[in-house]
């Protein structure tokens, strides 16, 4: 397996730089707020929560909103699971990776034609398929616990170019995240990739296929974007749905957990990464008034 250098143009101790350069490596601890975020989730009817993100405006758009050129954009999306642990689905035909790695990396899959994929991909360096790190929030709410869970961090998305050269930026920022389970086998981020796409109904992969998300329906698409919706997909492969296909991971920075199960107590934490920026190992816990 060939290990590619973290870039990252602040300073840091060279013990930290070596530790970074180790992929998996066992001396990350859990995220303290990750098992019960699990478990909770877990007890959703639908595991959807929110994603808001940053969307600039077209310069040469006559609306008043566009003086204002950024704005926050909201959507329900479906939760796919951790990154490096994708839950079991018996009906998926992909090979999976080993179970090497943990991570404390929600992640959701989108259409690399919908606004939210520039969105993320506004800081990013890259002019591949893959690149991100635009700012991000996520908010679930679990009826079943009466808890809301609000993650706000950056966001990368995942594209069929994740193992060139030029994605080299997005490993970098998800690998000091990917802690070592103990187990061992090869790891592969293609692999990954594709087993998310595996994860998803012959409907669900299918819709990558639908013409362009948010066109008039006047405007016909192109004989290369199928002709029309509801079609399935069962090739794993196929050239169409995989190049619109995306995987977005977030990285949380900061997590606040809202606990109203009990109407006259009601109790709030807040988890901070102590340096901001760094939530590989260590966290900040605060209780804070509801």
């Known amino acids: 397996m060939r290990l590619h250098p973290i870039v990252d143009p602040r300073p840091r101790p060279l013990v930290r730089r070596l530790r970074h350069l180790v992929m998996g490596t066992p001396a990350l601890s859990e995220a303290p707020w990750r098992s019960t975020f699990l478990s909770h989730v877990r007890q959703q009817d639908s595991p959807v929560f929110v994603l808001s993100s940053l969307h600039t405006a077209d310069p040469s758009s006559s609306s008043p909103s566009a003086a204002r050129r950024v704005t926050p954009r909201a959507r329900t999306v479906v939760f796919r699971g951790m990154w490096a642990g994708l839950p079991v689905n018996p009906k998926n035909p992909a090979e999976l990776n080993p179970d090497v790695y943990q991570t404390h990396l929600p992640t959701l899959t989108t259409d690399a034609r919908m606004d939210k994929t520039p969105e993320l991909m506004a800081l990013s360096a890259s002019a591949g398929q893959s ?6 929030e996520a908010v679930f709410w679990v ?15 995942i594209g069929p170019d994740i193992n060139s050269e030029r994605a080299a930026s997005v490993r970098d920022a998800l690998t000091p995240y990917m802690r070592g389970t103990g187990a061992v086998g090869p790891w592969s981020w293609s692999r990954e990739l594709t087993a998310h796409f595996g994860n998803l109904s ?49 990285v949380p920075d900061e997590v606040e957990r809202l606990d109203l199960s009990d109407p006259e107590n009601g109790r709030r934490w807040n988890y901070k990464a102590k340096d901001g920026t760094d939530g590989a190992g260590a966290w900040e816990v605060t209780e804070l008034w509801p």
């Open 131 to 136: 690149g991100g790190g635009g700012p991000v």
């Open 143 to 157: 009826a079943a616990v009466q808890t809301q869970w609000r993650l706000r961090g950056r966001a990368y998305v």
């Open 202 to 250: 012959p409907l669900m992969r299918g819709s990558f296929k639908n013409p362009p998300p948010g066109t008039p329906l006047g405007r016909k698409p192109g004989q290369e974007q199928g002709p029309s919706l509801g079609q399935k997909v069962d090739d794993l492969e196929d050239s169409v749905a995989r190049s619109n296909f995306r995987v977005v991971v977030i």
